[in-house]
């Protein structure tokens, strides 16, 4: 029989930011499958995040279509099986129909509160068996769903390389902050490199670009040397972010705690090497033998004293939750030997890109959102049959808010100016 799901995104699927790809990857990979039926929110007409990038061709213009030949959600709850929440833990109000909740912690614990917020679901998809640890110290139905980038946007093309630095480049993309590595990956950087050697690229979308900049300049003043930051605020479509990963030599993040692992994932199909912690999502997506792994140790973060860890600590300070702090002098040696060894480093990003292409697909988290849908039904949270074959939900690397209104933000990433000009320190 044809399961009767309806996405609830806040909508994420029409704007960039981390669940708005993971929204969409899902959405195009389950669209079609003869055993679900997708319902999505909000109506017909409602915008994308840049209609002015729909009439140049590609991908947006496409998933449109997609969307305007799927049913929306019309409100007659009875209509459906199940509703697949995606979306950060947040305050909402429980639908009248069971609900599997998709979302990530990146955490070793849960905090009160999102225990709280995601009381509310039925059952819980995350992406990693270490989120899922954590997850079923408080909940029963719990199952693991892979994600990945959107090879279709993100693939190698040598010549956007011209564009970026003349030098060998690192490039970082994702929020700039104390949970993100962001403080330890400027230091290493800086105490690391000289200016003539290499360029550290930094994509960092959020309102807080004067801090940004502000706290490079502190290290920079701090290392005493002179090396090259560039640091760049601007939202981007994934056509754009494909050419920023093109114009780098190498994908670095130092990130304390991550759910998700959307940029390594992009990167690598950009066929650009990867720096990452020995931890949480990174150490499951990317190969032991084709990534470049920086140590990292458990620390509480109810522990910490740094400000600008403080509104970390404010929301996750909580009994025996920890993150992953990044070895700085690891970080350091890492870095240079990845700068040293240009031979390994391609080869390792021609493996990364198999691995990213052909195993972790969109196509086959769909498959495991599917079968995890399926195995919720069996288990007696639905009234629905279906057929009684084992399905497996877990995935491992092989190699080693309120219901559904349009004002759900989902961590929405406001559009800037396209014309790529950033800042430079």
Known sequence: MTIRVYIWDGMAHRRIGGYGSVSRGLIQSLAGRPDIS???QGSKDAPFWNEEAMAGGGYWPSFKQLCEALPQFSGDWGALDVVLRI?????ARKPPVPMLWFTGNGLSDLTPDFVRFLSIADGHIVSTEYDRLAFERHFPNIYVAGQAGNASVFRSVPSYRSEGPENF????VGSYGFRKGTDVLVRAFAEEFRRGEATLVMHCVNERASFQYNHVMRVLSEVGGHARVEMYHDARSDAWMNRWYNRADCFVTLSRGESWCLP???AALCQKPLIVPNAHSFGEYVPRDLGYFVRASSRLIKDIDDPMAGSLVSKYGHGDVALFEPDLGDARAVMRHVFEAADERAERAAGLFHHFSQIVTWSRAADQVADAIKSFMKVGQLK??????????HFRSERSSDVGGPSDDLEQVHPGDPSGVGSGA
């Open 38 to 40: 997708l319902f999505l």
């Open 169 to 172: 480049t690192f490039f970082f």
């Open 384 to 393: 629905a049959t279906v057929p009684t074959e084992d399905v497996g939900v």
């Open 264 to 266: 390594p994932c992009e």
């Open 87 to 91: 979306g950060s833990p947040r305050e």
